[in-house]
């Protein structure tokens, strides 16, 4: 057997995808960049999948993440816990209506090389709560969020 593009999704690349339609939301990735200099300016966001579990009787995924927002300020040696906060209220706010209603089941790509997905629910399961991080400058905030999606057909 062979693989050949286009391949199936995986929910990460699902979720990246999802969180790059949200208006004002800076780039996402698994994991935060070692370049500061590159985020310092508008924030990150990074995400884990924690749990979830696919429906038993048709194609629909249903993974948990944990995704945190992050700012940092490097010359102030203060955290910008007011950013960090507002990334992921953002997020929040992108689950809800009317954004939510406006897109109902909205359409995804997860790269050229993968099938298209489609992202029927996001829903935030924790609210926003502050971390500490043993860096003295970052802001962190953390969420958890389950996407239920397909693969578009």
Same mark, same amino acid.
Request: charge should be neutral; glycine fraction near 8%.
């Given at each position: 057997?062979? $693989? ?21 939301? !800076?780039?996402?990735?698994?994991? $935060? ?14 995400? $884990? ?24 300020? !490097?010359?102030?040696?203060? !955290? ?74």
């Amino acid at each position: 057997m062979t $693989l050949a593009p286009p391949f199936i999704p995986h929910s990460e690349l699902v979720l990246k995808a999802w969180l790059g339609t949200i208006p004002g939301l !800076p780039n996402a990735a698994a994991d $935060l960049p070692s370049d500061q200099a590159s985020w310092t300016a508008d924030g990150f966001v990074t995400f $884990l999948a924690i749990g979830g579990r696919p429906h038993t009787d048709q194609a629909i995924r249903r993974p948990v993440f944990q995704i945190d927002t992050w700012a940092v300020s !490097p010359t102030s040696g203060k !955290p910008p816990w007011g950013k960090a906060n507002q990334l992921a209220e953002l997020i929040v706010a992108a689950t809800y209506a009317p954004s939510a209603a406006a897109w109902g089941i909205r359409g995804v790509d997860p790269g050229s090389s993968y099938q298209q997905a489609r992202v029927m629910a996001a829903e935030v399961v924790s609210e926003p709560r502050r971390m500490r991080f043993d860096e003295g400058t970052y802001a962190r905030f953390s969420l958890d969020l389950q996407l239920t999606w397909a693969v578009a057909s």
